[in-house]
């Protein structure tokens, strides 16, 4: 196997001008995380005012909660519309297979959420802290996360999903011994932001805003008919809201939405779509039915599935009666995936031993959050370090069992059914056999290679996720279909006869179509090559970029089918920032290396001594890291030494020993073209 990732020439300005966004990719940006929790408090308490002036008004109630546990609040009014928010164990996590990480599971494994907490979900109300599933270890494992008042059923059931502990077995929850921080729907965009500032890794939203058909007493329509009389223009629309989850993604590298996808498909009254009267939601042949920040680039959208006790194929996954399809307008592939969602047994609210069966993607997200939960623990567990949300979405999306009438993702389960056992094993694998789950940094103009060696019989499988910049949100119409995709990322693998192979993609012209796989993608931050039957030899990834890029963009890439690791790893080809002996280096410059074949982990050398001759130690000193990159503080006007030893489950390699250099520029007390881009208008 070899690896190579190389950068073309890049302008000295351009390198100067978009040094500081690049770095904010590597790590947490938590003053632009915070600041934006600013302004959208400050938006929330402006909508809230809105729905309070419109309720008196009309003589409306704020807020509704219904037998089922369906919740519905008044939260704005837009062109002088009202906006909706409404809600969209152990046969759960068997669906998923977050049973096989637990005792006794076939991973061989033991992961149960103990002593995890950076889980949270965001909801229609209070969760019952206080109920016997969150208090079988002696004191709750609910962290009340804000001043939610309200009970919620619908809350309390979603929060049992996640992390109920199993005193009454079939109410157990995917992560039995975590714990989770709870929150209402109010002012969730400033309280996502600061959760995620403050380290929030995964995140659960069971709800949406309402669009298209609703029934609440008698069926009411939510469209805009001077936009489209006939359809609800929203579904399926990169929203406001959209936009900002996709922000708070962007600054959060970490933090993984999971969203329900809505239970919206074939809502509407028996004579829709005849005369002037609205289709159904989802039309005739049921796309197109997901709304608001369901169609975010970067949240994962989870739809909802009958339980499959003992998956043998696709046929063993039917989707519920009531799971919301894609495409988004632009042609993504939405859902992500699929979880139980119906016929869930979990906590409810009415008492501390109460219990319920609930049906809704608003189940399905959390079967599917739990299950995040327990494969990101084992993760950490092996690997010393968190994995990216690109990651850890890619990984879920990697190992999904396949579903649905053709080969490949679709617009109905996404890339299919979670399988927590699969995901783990690749972790595991890539922990102690061979380098399976890489983060990379791809440079502007720069191309990532990687060898790979496949001994026939068995399929070769490569993804990659990224983290994509948020995009604009188009002018109010149905389906538009300009992509919203920034950084088009592309992957393609060849053979050694020089054959490529591209990643599947769909079409929102034909949502029912099989996913083709001829061409690049220039719609998704997740793309999937899979060769069925590889032939035993090498293959060639390459992943590059069309179009331009302002910033580096890091990506996430797993890979199955290759061979285990038999040798120590290669040394990295070089330095690639700063170059090697170059001698006017940034001061905010971070530290990247081409990364090396084989390897899982580099044992880093870096300091001012050693002269070039000996090993430098006076900063890192062997330091292990996951990474080709770290960051680093540097002084003006200092010299500064690297040598970087990879490492992977046999080794050390040793004999890896090039000391590289480089020198760093004067200190610079103003840079006025700097100032002049950070204070520019950006129209988005």
């Not at 929060?159 to 157990?172: C, S």
Request: proline content about 5%; aromatic content about 8%; glycine content about 10%.
């Amino acid at each position: 196997m070899r690896v190579n990732l190389k950068n073309y020439a890049l302008a000295a300005l351009l390198i100067i001008a978009f040094a500081l966004p690049a770095m904010a990719q590597n790590g947490t940006n938590k003053a632009a995380l915070q600041q934006l929790a600013r302004e959208q408090n400050r938006e929330w308490k402006q909508m809230e005012k809105r729905a309070q002036d419109y309720a008196r008004e009309h003589n409306l109630e704020i807020r509704k909660e219904h037998e089922d546990g369906t919740i519905i609040q008044l939260v704005d009014v837009v062109d002088g519309l009202p906006v909706f928010y409404k809600t969209d164990n152990l046969g759960a996590a068997i669906t998923t297979r977050a049973n096989e990480l637990w005792s006794g599971g076939g991973v061989g494994v033991v992961i149960e959420g103990e002593g995890y907490d950076k889980v949270g979900i965001w909801d229609g109300g209070k969760v019952r802290n206080t109920h016997q599933e969150f208090n079988q270890t002696g004191s709750s494992r609910i962290i009340l996360g804000d001043n939610a008042s309200s009970m919620s059923a619908h809350a309390t059931h979603v929060a049992g999903t996640v992390i109920a502990g199993g005193v009454n077995n079939n109410a157990k929850g995917m992560a039995p011994l975590g714990q989770l921080k709870t929150h209402d729907w109010n002012s969730v965009e400033g309280e996502m932001s600061n959760a995620a500032a403050a380290g929030m890794e995964i995140s659960n939203h069971s709800w949406g805003m309402i669009r298209g058909w609703n029934y609440d007493n008698g069926w009411d329509w939510h469209g805009n008919s001077g936009i489209a009389p006939l359809e609800d223009y929203q579904f399926g629309f990169y929203s406001s809201q959209a936009r900002t989850w996709d922000i708070i993604a962007n600054n959060a590298p970490y933090f993984l939405i999971v969203k329900s996808s809505g239970n919206d498909r074939g809502e509407g009254p028996s004579n829709a779509g005849t005369g002037d009267v609205p289709e159904k939601d989802g039309g005739a042949d049921g796309y197109d039915c997901i709304g608001g920040a369901g169609n975010s680039k970067n949240t994962l959208t989870i739809g909802a599935v009958n339980e499959v006790l003992n998956y043998t194929g696709p046929s063993s996954v039917s989707i519920s009666s009531f799971s919301s399809w894609g495409p988004t307008d632009d042609g993504r592939i939405k859902p992500d995936v699929v979880g139980k969602g119906v016929n869930v047994y979990s906590s409810t609210s009415s008492s501390n031993t109460s219990y319920s069966s609930y049906d809704g993607t608003s189940m399905s997200a959390p079967n599917v959050t739990g299950t995040l939960a327990l494969l990101q623990q084992l993760y950490q567990e092996s690997h010393n370090d968190p994995m990216r949300a690109s990651t850890l979405k890619g990984l879920v999306i990697h190992t999904a069992d396949e579903a649905g009438p053709h080969e490949g993702p679709d617009y109905i389960y996404g890339w299919g059914l979670v399988n927590a056992e699969r995901a783990a094993n690749i972790i595991i694998e890539d922990d102690v056999m061979q380098n399976s789950i890489d983060e990379v940094t791809l440079p502007v103009n720069g191309e990532y290679t990687r060898e790979v060696t496949v001994s026939g019989g068995s399929p070769l499988r490569v993804t990659i996720s990224w983290t994509d910049p948020h995009g604009t949100v188009p002018a109010a119409s149905l389906n538009p279909r300009e992509p919203r995709l920034i950084n088009d990322l592309d992957l393609r693998v060849e053979d050694e006869d020089g054959n490529m192979f591209f990643p599947y993609m769909l079409d929102p012209e034909n949502p029912s179509a099989a996913a083709t796989n001829n061409t690049k993608n220039n719609l998704d931050n997740v793309e999937m090559v899979y060769i069925a039957n590889a032939p035993a030899g090498t293959y060639t990834i390459y992943v590059d970029h069309d179009g331009s890029m302002s910033n580096d963009q890091v990506f996430s890439i797993i890979i199955s089918g290759i061979d285990e690791f038999t040798g120590l790893p290669e040394c990295s080809a070089g330095l690639l920032n700063p170059v090697n002996g170059f001698d006017e280096a940034f001061l905010n410059d971070v530290i990247t290396w081409n990364p090396a074949s084989f390897s899982s982990g580099y044992d880093v050398y870096f300091g001012t001594d050693g002269e070039g001759t000996t090993q430098p130690t006076n900063i890192l000193n062997g330091e292990t890291i996951s990474d080709n990159f770290f960051v680093h503080n540097l002084m003006p006007s200092t010299t500064y030494y690297l040598m970087v030893q990879p490492r992977n489950n046999l080794g050390v390699n040793e004999e890896c020993d090039i000391i590289y250099s480089f020198t760093t520029m004067d200190a610079q007390s103003d840079y006025p073209y700097l100032q002049d881009v950070e204070n520019a208008d950006h129209p988005d």
